[in-house]
């Protein structure tokens, strides 16, 4: 009996972590994150902590939600590739109905919540967000390089759903953080598809390193819009938003991105993609937390 009592909760925790595994965590916390310093900025004063809490809820329901009904969308093409074969999906472990329906639930839910308890606003730029990553960027992986830059438009939306989950508005301070976070996404997945272009050729998706087999156009992109990432994160101190701390750390941090960017240009060799990839995931959060300590 105490044996089938173990099976039994044995097999209850595998479901439980199948389904906590298809919300990406780790992805996620990302998107909480960039939500959060969003609310922080446009927080004047004292920041509301009972409505940042019900914002890092919502935007956590929200992406967690996408991110299941992405992988309910790609399961097939998941299947083929080595690095997404062990997902829930693909490997059996929970049924593509169960994922369509905790995604589905997910983001309604989180839509809701955050419509009502944060502002409506917030509400429809969530909304939005999952429904350009689901509905435009997932179907066109396997049609067109353009879908990097449709891509990074839901990437770069949650700081906007955080500043208007604290002001109720956009400004050009907003719009900034989205163009920062829309830049930095081409280096970053520019840098993943090159890494791992072999595993996307075999699920079907169509990158740009699957057509650049020297890796010119590839790493000329990844420069150009590390560029454009420097230039962007110098507009918050000029524009009032941060202060000369910032601004030394943008230039320090941008400095340091663009040169694992030439130097990916000069090698073209997956080893250094891999530095470029660990550079952009060292700077944003680096540069975001930079904002907030210069604004407090």
């Known amino acids: 009996m105490s044996m089938q009592k173990d099976i039994a909760e044995n097999k209850f925790m595998g479901k439980v972590s199948a389904y906590l595994e298809l919300t990406k965590p780790r992805v996620n916390s990302l998107v909480v994150l960039?939500?959060?310093?969003?609310?922080?900025?446009?927080?004047?004063?004292?920041?509301?902590?009972?409505?940042?809490?019900?914002?890092?809820?919502?935007?956590?329901?929200?992406?967690?939600?996408?991110?299941?009904?992405?992988?309910?969308?790609?399961?097939?093409?998941?299947?083929?590739?080595h690095r997404t074969r062990n997902r829930p999906l693909p490997s059996g472990r929970l049924k593509a109905f169960q994922a369509m329906v905790f995604g589905s639930v997910l983001i309604v839910v989180g839509t809701l919540y955050l419509g009502i308890l944060t502002h409506p606003l917030s509400a429809l730029l969530g909304c939005s967000t999952a429904a350009i990553y689901l509905l435009v960027y997932t179907p066109l992986k396997t049609r067109t390089t353009i879908c990097t830059t449709v891509g990074a438009i839901p990437g770069a939306l949650p700081p906007l759903i955080g500043w208007a989950a604290a002001s109720?508005?956009?400004?050009?301070?907003?719009?900034?953080?989205?163009?920062?976070?829309?830049?930095?996404?081409?280096?970053?997945?520019?840098?993943i598809s090159w890494i791992y272009k072999e595993d996307y050729m075999r699920g079907g998706a169509v990158m740009l390193p699957l057509f650049d087999p020297d890796g010119k156009r590839t790493t000329r992109h990844i420069v150009i819009f590390s560029i454009i990432l420097l230039i962007l994160s110098i507009i918050p101190a000029t524009s009032g938003l941060s202060g000369e701390i910032y601004l030394v750390g943008a230039i320090l941090l941008g400095m340091m991105f663009l040169g694992f960017g030439i130097g990916a240009a000069f090698s073209r060799s997956t080893s250094s993609a891999r530095y470029v990839l660990r550079a952009s995931v060292v700077y944003l959060p680096l540069l975001l937390i930079l904002m907030i300590v210069d604004k407090v």
């Open 168 to 191: 109720g508005e956009l400004n050009f301070h907003a719009l900034i953080l989205f163009a920062i976070l829309f830049s930095w996404q081409y280096p970053h997945f520019l840098a």
């Open 34 to 81: 960039t939500s959060a310093i969003g609310f922080c900025l446009a927080s004047s004063g004292d920041p509301n902590f009972l409505r940042l809490v019900h914002l890092l809820l919502g935007t956590s329901l929200l992406g967690g939600g996408t991110a299941v009904l992405n992988q309910f969308l790609e399961r097939e093409s998941d299947g083929k590739m």
